[in-house]
């Protein structure tokens, strides 16, 4: 197969990034999924040229640097991806090559795969179950990639026993609940790929500790609506901790004041109440160590978006960030989203966003989630269009990225 390649399908191709997290819930890849934004339009391409367009002309304008940071990157690959050796543009150091469950282990293809690890690339192989047809690719494999939706615990246990003895690290995918999370690595699995980690890990008939609903409590008094200068300072100050990041974040590269701010009254005069509230309402819930620092970053990655999606829709851009930053709250503090709802003077249609996704906010903050979680089929209704969101949600990353350094 030869392929032409031209920037037209780079207009309309969306990408989008899941991470890969390690045992102590830190980063250790994203895997990226992609689409051709015009998939649903006739086509005279088969399916591997169209995906081998999109993949070349998305990684070569857009940077691998710029989608994973200096995290590896797992990237599905057909079999013709493979045997075209289109792979040889992206870094071997960064990458991992998915071998998708569809691709036969012939003998032409398991020399392919020899040729991808002379090369210096990493070979997963993606949904797997072992049978003997497969064991000269299990031979070549660093990681082994498991569907724990797919296999029940006993089934999961056996495909390990019988894996162990090779080199590999297994991946759990599709982990879903913390309960599966701890299974998982029981069994011995390495890295885990899922959104686990934003859901609250719910223990029934516990409150939430004196030190949570201090925190609850801070971050109601931030919200609300009607809070003045002084009233906004006060409370801030009460923290002496909150004082001094906020502090160190307003003076930073980042914010880019034109002068440094020695008072939380000259910073909030600088940079206005309500963007003073947003960052103070960060603050709080970074000060979360116990949680993935990943949660921190979607729940960035997401205010941002729909602040910027509100923008988008002339409709107010503020309640937009809270929304976002706010829709995983309740894997912050471990107890349902309606628990929370009643400690925060949140307005209804914050609320509503939040518990039910109605109303304006609650489409914004829908469709941002949907774009983050590659469900592009579900936005076919969305006001925004799937360009805008892919722009929007790449901006946002970095953004993010951004925000994450200039806390440390």
């Given amino acids: 197969m030869t392929i032409n390649i031209d920037q037209s399908p780079l207009q309309s191709a969306l990408i989008g990034r899941q991470a890969i997290l390690d045992v102590k819930q830190e980063i250790y890849a994203y895997e990226l999924l992609y689409r051709d934004g015009n998939q649903n339009r006739a086509s005279i391409l088969d399916g591997n040229e169209a995906t081998a367009r999109v993949l070349v002309n998305t990684f070569c304008e857009m940077g691998l640097e710029q989608i994973v940071d200096q995290s590896k990157a797992f990237i ?100 879903e609940s913390h309960e599966v999370f701890v299974q998982c690595q029981k069994l011995g699995f390495a890295l885990f790929q899922g ?44 923290d002496l901790a909150l004082s001094v990041k906020l502090l160190r974040y307003v003076n930073s590269a980042f914010v880019g ?58 409709i107010p851009s503020g309640p937009g960030f809270t929304v976002g930053l706010f829709s995983v709250l309740d894997a912050f503090f471990d107890c349902e989203m309606s628990q929370l709802m009643e400690q925060l003077p949140l307005s209804g249609a914050i609320q509503l966003a939040l518990l039910e996704r109605k109303g304006e906010l609650g489409e914004v903050l829908e469709n941002v989630v949907a774009y983050e979680q590659t469900r592009w089929e579900a936005m076919d209704g969305s006001h925004t269009s799937l360009s805008q969101l892919r722009n929007i949600y790449w901006q946002s990353i970095a953004w993010t990225d951004q925000v994450l350094k200039s806390f440390r």
């Fill in 76 to 175: 599905n690959m057909t079999d013709a991806l493979f045997l075209d050796h289109l792979y040889e543009i992206l870094p071997p150091e960064q990458v991992v090559l998915e071998v998708l469950e569809t691709v036969d282990p012939t003998p032409e293809m398991i020399q392919s795969i020899k040729k991808v690890r002379d090369q210096g690339y990493q070979v997963a192989l993606d949904d797997f179950v072992f049978g003997e047809a497969y064991r000269e690719l299990v031979e070549l494999a660093n990681f082994i990639k498991m569907d724990v939706m797919a296999l029940t615990i006993p089934q999961l246990e056996a495909q390990v026993k019988v894996l162990q003895s090779y080199p590999v690290q297994f991946l759990a995918e599709k982990v």
């Fill in 195 to 238: 959104y686990y980690f934003c859901k609250p890990e719910i223990i029934k008939g516990t409150r939430l500790s004196n030190n949570r609903m201090s925190l609850v409590l801070l971050l109601a008094k931030l919200q609300q609506e009607d809070i003045t200068i002084p009233e906004l300072e006060e409370l801030i100050k009460t």
């Fill in 257 to 314: 004041l034109p002068k440094s701010v020695d008072t939380i009254s000259q910073a909030i005069c600088m940079v206005g109440t309500d963007r003073m509230r947003q960052w103070a309402s960060v603050m709080v819930l970074a000060n979360f160590e116990t949680k993935p620092v990943e949660l921190m970053r979607i729940a960035l990655v997401r205010a941002r978006m729909c602040e910027e999606v509100c923008r988008e829709k002339s």
